[in-house]
């Protein structure tokens, strides 16, 4: 039974990686989609945002069903309770993924990124990539040195928001209201993208030492 169990907290070891590559494909192709005004792109993030979903509730359903079943204790405890927390920040991470492709397929066939600050979202886009890529090798790893590295890497993103809200609101800013409310938007997706990256490298380092992070 022992090796049933924690044959079982390996299954959903799996379905949380693919959870974060799901994530990470997802923000990949907006941006994409973004910067390249691809509808087809676009389509593909808003249809694909269902699996993110169901793969959550697959991974809290299965990790209340060890709860009921195997009454957890210490590390194993820790692991199936963040695993909870976590998959939430993931399907956010979808959903945030879906707002910028949204805004793609809404302004295509323009671009929705004025030429001013299509570097900075590309940034942006860099930025996001990085994170969740090494977020799924702290989860996969239990790496929490990697996991304050993800820490470190949200300045980034901080900064190139606050650079995107410098040239918005600067006077020589010509793309009027909409555009802009666009770009605001857009920054403000991204930079919660890398917070809930954040947030999921806390939960790991929960996991392994026990301690969480201030």
């Known amino acids: 039974m022992r090796d049933i169990y924690h044959d079982e907290l390996d299954a959903i070891g799996s379905l949380v990686i693919s959870m974060a590559r799901s994530v990470a494909v997802a923000m990949g192709r907006a941006t994409s989609a973004l910067l390249d005004a691809n509808l087809q792109l676009a389509e593909e993030v808003l249809g694909a945002d269902a699996s993110v ?12 069903q060890v709860i009921a079943t195997q009454s957890p204790v210490a590390t194993d405890l820790r ?11 993931f399907e956010r991470m979808g959903d945030l993924a879906h ?18 600050v299509r570097d900075v979202l590309s940034q942006m886009g860099q930025v996001a990539q990085s ?3 090494k977020v799924a090798e702290v989860i996969d790893g239990r790496d929490v040195e990697l996991a304050q590295a993800v820490e470190a890497e949200d300045d980034s993103m901080d900064a190139l928001r606050r650079k995107l809200f410098t040239i918005v ?16 938007l857009l920054g403000r997706y991204y930079e919660r993208y890398a917070d809930h990256a954040v947030a999921v490298a806390r939960h790991i380092t929960f996991i392994v030492t026990g301690e969480r992070a201030l």
């Open 53 to 64: 979903d169901a793969l959550r509730n697959e991974i809290e359903d299965r990790c209340f």
């Open 79 to 89: 692991v199936v309770i963040s695993t909870i927390h976590l998959t939430a920040d």
């Open 99 to 116: 707002h910028v492709a949204k805004i793609a397929r809404l302004r295509y066939p323009e671009h929705a990124v004025p030429d001013e």
């Open 131 to 133: 994170l969740i890529t």
């Open 169 to 184: 609101l600067s006077d020589h800013w010509q793309h009027g209201t909409e555009a802009a409310i666009d770009v605001t």
